[in-house]
């Protein structure tokens, strides 16, 4: 998920317990707030943000588990035994295909033979059971920090002039060849260094062709597989220190410069003509306006683009759930998008072991987005009694439902 690093696969200490899956599975659904005006649970779009019924009670499921159909039959059996009713699968983790596209590469752990598509399958053995099933699309986060992708069609290698630049290396790179393999390298060698800060390569949120890219899978999907929900993660900037590429920067330019007296613009051409920083150094406020921009614009793009085609298909994103954070630091202002009937269900990842602080973190989210929220628990941060104690908080506060990270 957003702001997590995956490792190995842990086991699943706060669910799959016998006494903790029996607690959930017959635990007490509580109403929900709804907006004025509005059915408790339906966003704007029509598609329902609970099941009928009750609230939704999901996994977040890596694409680690969606390799073979053993673990897929696996993954349905205990999440249906469990008293869940939603599974949130990975299909594009970092620019690859765990399902059958013609767009990107099929994901280079699936190890069933034939042909095997993970989604497909999903679709038809969770269904069977009674459970919704979203796609789960990472955004911007196309690699990792480890060796880059076999498959030269894979985007970081087909198209390096599509990825985001760390200011750190802007200036380094402002001449560089992306076809050059140094300069993906580069990109692969300081997140690795910063790992600790950023999770590996992202695609530049700004480049028209980075969202027309995304858009086409997303649709890909929509149209061809008969999926509950999509699921936005990881449509968001890494952090400030992103994305400072040429092209964003040259973008930024063109952008703001109609905005600036003839003496502003005149002074800030001189000093662009020294340092390709200089517009984005004297206009900070701006800077973090347009950024945001991208991000929201790419969310509404997106959403409008499915409901068109697949008015009944919910659609989600996993988000900071620190709002002032996700604003002002990954330019991630989903407030806003709820607010303008851009997505139908925001699912903050309140990730902590602090029960007042996940409380805190819900009720904030609540307040924004009443009757249309998932509360994200970090299962792997707690016990199973702590696990537990934050789903009957969300609940209390007024969650539509959970999610727990993760399955796996």
């Known amino acids: 998920m957003s702001g997590l690093r995956y490792g190995r696969r842990r086991r699943m200490r706060a669910v799959w317990g016998a006494a903790g899956l029996t607690i959930l599975a017959g635990c007490t659904v509580v109403g929900t707030p709804g907006a004025p005006g509005a059915r408790p649970g339906v966003p704007p779009g029509g598609a329902e943000a609970t099941p009928p019924g009750g609230e939704v009670r999901a996994l977040w499921v890596v694409r680690s588990t969606m390799t073979s159909a053993p673990e897929i039959d696996a993954l349905v059996d205990r999440a249906a035994g469990a008293g869940f009713n939603t599974l949130i699968v990975q299909v594009r983790g970092r620019g690859d295909a765990f399902y059958d596209s013609a767009l990107e590469p099929r994901g280079e752990t699936i190890t069933e033979a034939g042909g095997f598509d993970p989604l497909a399958y999903t679709l038809e053995r969770a269904h069977a059971r009674g459970l919704q099933v979203h796609a789960w699309i990472n955004t911007h986060l196309v ?3 480890g060796p880059l992708p076999q498959d030269p069609a894979h985007l970081v290698r087909a198209h390096p002039e599509w990825l985001a630049v760390p200011r750190r290396l802007a200036r380094e790179l402002w001449d560089a060849d992306p076809r050059d393999p140094a300069f993906v390298e580069a990109l692969r060698r300081d997140a690795l260094e910063h790992a600790d ?4 390569i992202y695609t530049s949120p700004s480049d028209p062709r980075v969202k027309a890219w995304i858009q086409a899978v997303w649709l890909d999907l929509a149209t061809r597989y008969d999926v509950d929900g999509l699921h936005f993660d990881y449509v968001r900037f890494p952090s400030g220190e992103y994305d400072f590429s040429r092209g964003a920067l040259e973008r930024f330019r063109r952008w703001v410069t109609p905005r600036l007296s003839p003496t502003r613009r005149n002074a800030l051409e001189e000093a662009y003509a020294r340092d390709p920083l200089a517009y984005v150094d004297a206009l900070p406020g701006p800077w973090a306006e347009f950024r945001r921009a991208q ?3 790419l969310v509404r793009w997106i959403y409008h ?6 008015p009944d298909v919910l659609v989600s994103a996993a988000v900071f759930a620190d ?3 996700a604003f002002r630091h990954r330019f991630q202002a989903w407030p806003a998008w709820v607010e303008e009937g851009i997505l139908d269900v925001a699912v903050p990842m309140a990730y902590t072991s602090d029960l ?3 409380r805190c973190l819900v009720r904030q989210g609540v307040a924004v ?3 249309r929220l998932w509360a994200g628990i970090g299962a792997y941060l707690n016990t199973t009694e702590g696990t537990l104690r934050q789903i009957e908080t969300a609940r209390r506060e007024g969650a539509a439902g959970f999610v727990l990270f993760s399955y796996d």
Not at 197 to 200: D, F, I
Not at 305 to 310: G, H
């Open 143 to 145: 690699w990792g920090t």
């Open 197 to 200: 800060r950023v999770e590996g």
């Open 295 to 297: 991000v929201t614009g």
């Open 305 to 310: 683009s499915v409901k068109l085609r697949r």
């Open 323 to 325: 709002q002032d954070d």
């Open 356 to 358: 007042d602080r996940f």
């Open 369 to 371: 987005a009443p009757g």
